[in-house]
């Protein structure tokens, strides 16, 4: 079998409109893009949405926010609904190569069958009893308005690959029923579109979840018998909750829309999601492209990955600690928050979340009713404050004459003027912020009037 050439690599994420995204399938999105990230390649963007009864166009909408959100930008976005005539050509090329036979039983008639098998002590494997159908016999079930549905004929034999995180894996595909392609309406399930997606556009690399192990050899064989080079393959392993739970869209606290709604960094979900269950450190970053060199597929866990909310937000809260002015600005902006980089150095340290720094500017940009817990002290104090212009030392320099002037130190001294200056008894360094505040603010508050 031929495999494409692991070099400017087209990878792919391909969900279903029919929910949001939820942090687990997500896992694969970051995968795909960050692997492509890092080998200069391309990520493609498709929606699997052939099943026309639960597809719905916004929640494709909403997949393309939330991978937004993340950082990821498709460089191509195709539908599968708008691909049907190739799925088509596909099918006929396998049916006249006789991969691909009709099948006629019921879901009931399937049932029945697996269930004595099983009472049987045998594997509930369908025994291909419709290759043993006349061309009568066909004639005759669809006279009595039967439909087909198709089946693609595996080979009963081992198909091995070489995988990005499991190494070397194999599946023996006798002890695999024959996958139906196509239902009895006509309509696609998920395997034939998606390989002959792959093959028409060039997927390279196929990354996805653990789940789809079996999936693969039974797509590989598509693929040969398609005449089309195989992609390399990848499978990682799943994300679960917390206590071991597996994930699914009904879990909207774990949706990207709901972390998003949290105020959540998207930076720090993205590094739990792809860092979890790894042998490389779950840790912040600066950037997605920070991201992408430290994700080795080849260090992913083959065990469960368990995704933490509380681990979450402390990994949000360091992310947001050591972002630059410039990756906030926008989105301090949005907020109504106008501080410059001074505010946000001054501030960051001290922020679980973003929206957190609307509290702090209004601080230092007023107006704030300040606590006075010690008028006669704070008038002290304010005769003391130095002229302008304010820089970092300005508050070492007034405190100490401060403490000459009355003998308080230590909590005593910085307290009363921490609740003057800022109506809180905790927050930043007010080394930082008292140069923010200004002279005139800072002399109302120590007076006690709002400013």
Same mark, same amino acid.
């Given at each position: 079998?031929?495999?494409?050439? %692991?070099?400017?690599?087209?990878?792919?994420?391909?969900?279903?409109?029919?929910?949001?995204?939820?942090?687990?399938?997500?896992?694969? @999105?970051?995968?795909?893009?960050?692997?492509?990230?890092?080998?200069?390649?391309?990520?493609?963007?498709?929606?699997?949405?052939?099943?026309?009864?639960?597809? =719905?166009?916004?929640?494709?909408?909403?997949?393309?926010?939330?991978?937004?959100?993340?950082?990821?930008?498709?460089?191509?976005?195709?539908?599968?609904? +708008?691909?049907?005539?190739?799925?088509?050509?596909?099918?006929?090329?396998?049916?006249?190569?006789?991969?691909?036979?009709?099948?006629?039983?019921? &879901?009931?008639?399937?049932?029945?069958?697996?269930?004595? =098998?099983?009472?049987?002590?045998?594997? %509930?494997?369908?025994?291909?009893?419709?290759?043993?159908?006349?061309?009568?016999?066909?004639?005759?079930?669809?006279?009595?308005?039967?439909?087909?549905?198709?089946?693609?004929?595996?080979?009963?034999?081992?198909?091995?690959?070489?995988?990005?995180?499991?190494?070397?894996?194999?599946?023996?595909? @006798?002890?695999?029923?024959?996958?139906?392609?196509?239902?009895? !309406?006509?309509?696609?399930?998920?395997?034939?579109?998606?390989?002959?997606?792959?093959? +028409?556009?060039?997927?390279?690399?196929?990354?996805?979840? $653990?789940?789809?192990?079996?999936?693969?050899?039974?797509?590989?064989?598509?693929?040969?018998?398609?005449?089309?080079?195989?992609?390399?393959?990848?499978?990682?392993?799943?994300?679960?909750?917390?206590?071991?739970?597996?994930?699914?869209?009904?879990?909207?606290?774990?949706?990207?829309?709901?972390?998003?709604?949290?105020?959540?960094?998207?930076?720090?979900?993205?590094?739990?999601?792809?860092?979890?269950?790894?042998?490389?450190?779950?840790?912040?970053?600066?950037?997605? !492209?920070?991201?992408?060199?430290?994700?080795?597929?080849?260090?992913?866990?083959? &065990?469960?990955?368990?995704?933490? $909310?509380?681990?979450?937000?402390?990994?949000?809260?360091?992310?947001?600690?050591?972002?630059?002015?410039? @990756?906030?600005?926008?989105?301090?902006?949005?907020?109504?928050?106008?501080? !410059?980089?001074?505010?946000?150095? &001054?501030?960051?340290?001290?922020? @679980?979340?973003?929206?957190?720094?609307?509290?702090?500017?209004?601080?230092?940009?007023?107006?704030?009713?300040?606590?006075?817990?010690?008028?006669?002290?704070?008038?002290?104090?304010?005769?003391?404050?130095?002229?302008?212009?304010?820089? &970092?030392?300005?508050?070492?320099?007034?405190?100490?004459?401060?403490?000459?002037?009355?003998?308080?130190?230590?909590?005593?001294?910085?307290?009363?003027?921490?609740?003057?200056?800022?109506?809180?008894?905790?927050? %930043?360094?007010?080394?930082?912020?008292?140069?923010?505040?200004?002279?005139?603010?800072?002399?109302?508050?120590?007076?006690?009037?709002?400013?």
């Amino acid at each position: 079998m031929t495999q494409l050439a %692991p070099t400017a690599p087209l990878v792919r994420f391909a969900p279903s409109p029919t929910g949001y995204l939820h942090i687990g399938n997500a896992r694969p @999105a970051l995968f795909n893009w960050l692997f492509a990230r890092r080998h200069g390649g391309r990520f493609l963007l498709r929606y699997d949405d052939t099943d026309t009864q639960r597809s =719905q166009a916004a929640f494709a909408e909403a997949i393309a926010e939330d991978l937004a959100w993340l950082g990821i930008h498709p460089d191509l976005t195709i539908r599968q609904s +708008e691909r049907l005539a190739i799925y088509d050509a596909a099918a006929e090329r396998l049916r006249a190569a006789g991969r691909l036979y009709p099948c006629f039983e019921t &879901a009931d008639e399937l049932d029945r069958r697996r269930k004595r =098998q099983l009472a049987r002590g045998l594997p %509930p494997v369908y025994d291909r009893a419709a290759l043993k159908l006349t061309a009568e016999d066909r004639a005759r079930l669809e006279a009595e308005g039967r439909k087909p549905h198709w089946r693609f004929r595996l080979e009963p034999r081992t198909v091995s690959w070489t995988d990005l995180v499991r190494g070397e894996a194999h599946v023996d595909c @006798a002890s695999l029923s024959d996958p139906v392609l196509a239902r009895e !309406d006509g309509s696609y399930l998920y395997t034939l579109p998606s390989v002959v997606d792959d093959a +028409e556009l060039g997927v390279t690399h196929v990354i996805r979840g $653990e789940d789809h192990v079996t999936n693969t050899a039974v797509q590989i064989q598509i693929f040969e018998a398609l005449g089309a080079p195989l992609p390399v393959f990848g499978h990682h392993n799943l994300l679960t909750t917390a206590s071991g739970e597996g994930l699914s869209k009904r879990l909207g606290h774990l949706s990207l829309r709901g972390l998003r709604d949290s105020g959540v960094e998207a930076l720090a979900v993205a590094a739990l999601a792809v860092l979890v269950g790894s042998s490389d450190a779950v840790r912040p970053v600066a950037s997605l !492209d920070e991201l992408a060199g430290l994700v080795e597929l080849a260090h992913v866990s083959r &065990a469960p990955a368990k995704f933490d $909310e509380h681990e979450l937000e402390a990994l949000s809260a360091r992310t947001l600690h050591q972002l630059p002015f410039e @990756a906030v600005q926008p989105r301090l902006a949005a907020l109504g928050v106008a501080g !410059d980089e001074a505010f946000w150095l &001054a501030v960051r340290g001290n922020l @679980a979340r973003l929206d957190e720094a609307k509290a702090w500017w209004r601080v230092v940009n007023g107006p704030l009713r300040p606590l006075l817990a010690d008028a006669a002290f704070c008038a002290q104090a304010a005769a003391l404050l130095p002229p302008e212009p304010f820089d &970092a030392t300005t508050w070492k320099s007034w405190t100490a004459a401060v403490s000459a002037a009355t003998g308080l130190k230590g909590r005593a001294l910085f307290m009363p003027l921490r609740q003057a200056l800022t109506a809180q008894d905790h927050g %930043p360094e007010l080394a930082a912020l008292l140069p923010l505040i200004g002279r005139e603010r800072a002399l109302k508050r120590l007076d006690g009037e709002s400013a």
